[in-house]
Nanobody
Framework: QVQLVESGGGLVQAGGSLRLSCAAPGLTFTGYYMAWFRQAPGKEREFAACISWSGTKTYYADSVKGRFTISRDNAKNTVALSMNSLKPEDTAVYYC???????????????????????WGQGTQVTVSS
């Protein structure tokens, strides 16, 4: 099955920045909500941010609001997550996901639910040291 490919993770000190990227050769992002989720050891996958298929709407988890910015380039079929003012609690594997329905505007509760996404990448590790 086609998978998304995340990149850009790494080790950074608290207060630092990283930019994650997501691409999918052979799979279009056009028309789909895209999102970033993250999963820390021993915890469930949690919503971080999403962006509408037009790019005009973005939603963020309260824990990252004001520090993270999600963006997309439909021409390049990529999605990015810029992360600033990183905290140790941001340490997790970050996953990019494609929503399961195209040209559809789901409820906020749906875009935050990982079960509503049917394409995922392998994830990229982000580690923030204190």
């Amino acid at each position: 099955q086609v998978q998304l490919v995340e990149s850009g993770g790494g080790l950074v000190q608290a207060g630092g920045s990283l930019r994650l990227s997501c691409a999918a050769p052979g799979l279009t992002f056009t028309g789909y909500y895209m999102a970033w989720f993250r999963q820390a050891p021993g915890k469930e996958r949690e919503f971080a941010a999403c962006i509408s298929w037009s790019g005009t709407k973005t939603y963020y988890a309260d824990s990252v609001k004001g520090r993270f910015t999600i963006s997309r380039d439909n021409a390049k079929n990529t999605v990015a997550l810029s992360m600033n003012s990183l905290k140790p609690e941001d340490t997790a594997v970050y996953y990019c996901g494609r929503y399961s329905v195209s040209y559809y505007s789901p409820l906020l509760s749906a875009v935050q639910d990982p079960r509503k996404y049917n394409y995922w990448g392998q994830g990229t590790q982000v580690t923030v040291s204190s």
